[in-house]
């Protein structure tokens, strides 16, 4: 599916599909989700090069991901895309020029449905292609500081949780659900922080290309602030995960302690058992009157004493 946005007096206007061979006036941003053949042709007519395949989005080396041609600045960033509990990186393709920004993608992502509301509400009235990429990195910028915020929530609950044995397998899925979501977050920083650093050099050399180097360098330097947090929380999980093992050890050492007390404490009577259930001829007590109460009594006894003992050791 193909949208252009054009500008239209003060506002910015919409129209869904191919609108013929020629772009409308004044058009910003066309934005191409899972193109078919016949949009793909379409916009090839756009650009001098190929434009990328499915394969060439998820390429990760440098020379994929950021290009410069006669048709402008090329780069390739990653978008995390969060959907319940799952959560994965989703590549945009920018092609961006001085009169036009055209982005193409795969799949659907929650980010641009975002800017895509802010257009339409009026929220943003972008008047070139750099504001509204722009626009769109500092939304993903703040949409990763966000994240790590509610990793950092959900971790405290976490650490509640690990606490209580029963709940193992909850804690061990919900810390490998976190450290899903911020594996993604790293590398959607990194992937923006180079993407950025790349766009700086081509802003431009005027005024207002001096404006778009302080609006990147800001972005720039939330980045780097976010970096320690999400090492820190690499670190938190691996932690926790240390935690939630050490008391289920704890707790099942604690349940393996008190099988081995009863069994040291059952010990005595059952050799008294043992002894008095031969089958030998001559054995006195068996002639006794009160031999089996006597035996039943030294069982107690020894049974009670052995019990004691280990409370005088403090191994109970």
């Known amino acids: 599916?193909?949208?252009?946005?054009?500008?239209?007096?003060?506002?910015?206007?919409?129209?869904?599909?191919?609108?013929?061979?020629?772009?409308?006036?004044?058009?910003?941003?066309?934005?191409?989700?899972?193109?078919?053949?016949?949009?793909?042709?379409?916009?090839?007519?756009l650009f001098d090069k190929e434009l990328p395949t499915a394969e060439d989005l998820d390429e990760i080396e440098s020379s994929s991901r950021f290009q410069v041609d006669?048709?402008?600045?090329?780069?390739?960033?990653?978008?995390?895309?969060?959907?319940?509990?799952?959560?994965?990186?989703?590549?945009?393709?920018?092609?961006?020029?001085?009169?036009?920004?055209?982005?193409?993608?795969?799949?659907?992502?929650?980010?641009?449905?975002?800017?895509?509301?802010?257009?339409?509400?009026?929220?943003?009235?972008?008047?070139?292609?750099?504001?509204?990429?722009?626009?769109?990195?500092?939304?993903?910028?703040?949409?990763?500081?966000?994240?790590v915020e509610d990793i950092y929530a959900t971790l405290e609950r976490i650490a509640h949780?690990?606490?209580?044995?029963?709940?193992?397998?909850?804690?061990?899925?919900?810390?490998?659900?976190?450290?899903?979501?911020?594996?993604?977050?790293?590398l959607a920083l990194l992937d923006t922080q180079r993407a950025l650093r790349n766009m700086m050099r081509h802003a431009g050399d005027r005024e207002e290309g001096q404006r778009r180097r302080d609006r990147i360098t800001d972005m720039?330097?939330?980045?780097?602030?976010l970096h320690p947090h999400t090492a820190f929380i690499f670190e938190k999980i691996k932690?926790?995960?240390?935690?939630a093992m050490?008391?289920?050890?704890?707790?099942?050492?604690?349940?393996?302690?008190?099988?081995?007390?009863?069994?040291v404490v059952f010990m005595p009577p059952t050799l008294i058992a043992s002894i008095y259930g031969m089958n030998f001829q001559f054995m006195p007590e068996l002639n006794l009157e009160l031999g089996y109460p006597m035996a039943l009594v030294m069982m107690c006894v020894s049974a009670l004493g052995t019990y004691l003992f280990f409370r005088w050791k403090k191994w109970l």
């Open 1 to 45: 599916m193909i949208t252009i946005y054009y500008r239209e007096k003060e506002r910015l206007e919409t129209v869904e599909g191919i609108p013929g061979e020629a772009l409308p006036p004044a058009t910003l941003w066309v934005d191409a989700c899972q193109p078919d053949e016949r949009e793909h042709a379409w916009l090839q007519k």
């Open 70 to 147: 006669s048709d402008g600045v090329r780069v390739t960033s990653l978008f995390p895309h969060r959907q319940k509990r799952e959560a994965r990186g989703i590549n945009i393709s920018f092609h961006l020029s001085e009169t036009l920004l055209v982005t193409l993608r795969n799949e659907e992502t929650g980010m641009l449905r975002l800017l895509r509301n802010h257009l339409r509400r009026q929220r943003l009235r972008p008047t070139h292609p750099w504001e509204i990429f722009l626009a769109l990195m500092e939304m993903k910028v703040d949409y990763l500081a966000d994240q």
């Open 161 to 186: 949780q690990a606490m209580t044995p029963e709940a193992l397998e909850d804690t061990l899925r919900d810390l490998l659900t976190q450290e899903g979501y911020n594996d993604i977050v790293r």
């Open 220 to 225: 720039l330097r939330d980045i780097d602030s």
């Open 239 to 243: 932690f926790l995960l240390d935690v």
């Open 246 to 263: 050490g008391f289920t050890n704890m707790d099942q050492s604690r349940i393996i302690k008190i099988f081995s007390v009863a069994a």
